[in-house]
């Protein structure tokens, strides 16, 4: 990134993140580590398995209270690499199919 700036040099003034001080790929790993943020879409919040630490079951049930089931980014194990509105989107679809399923299965 730091050769393709090299032609705006006339108008860079300075490099603001990472910085300057961030040479070597370890320091630019760190810097990586350090700055980097999930720009608001949290995941992973609400753990889905059948372990103690489980908030819902594979069907989206929340653990321990009735009638109520979690349908968005919150169920991810992990963060995707784009971004997160197709993917809940997808979660809603088929918590949706899921709640017809029960409801004609009892």
Request: aromatic content about 4%.
């Amino acid at each position: 990134m730091r050769e393709l700036s090299r032609c705006a040099q006339p108008v860079i003034i300075d490099e603001y993140v990472p910085g300057r001080q961030y040479q070597t790929d370890e320091q630019l790993l760190d810097a990586a580590r350090r700055f980097s943020q999930t720009i608001y879409h949290p995941t992973g919040t609400c753990k889905m398995s059948n372990d103690d630490m489980a908030m819902v079951d594979r069907r989206l049930k929340v653990h321990g209270i009735e009638g109520l089931r979690v349908a968005d980014a919150s169920i991810m194990p992990l963060i995707v690499s784009g971004n997160t509105n197709a993917p809940s989107i997808m979660i809603g679809e088929k918590c949706a199919d899921m709640i017809k399923k029960d409801r004609v299965h009892g």
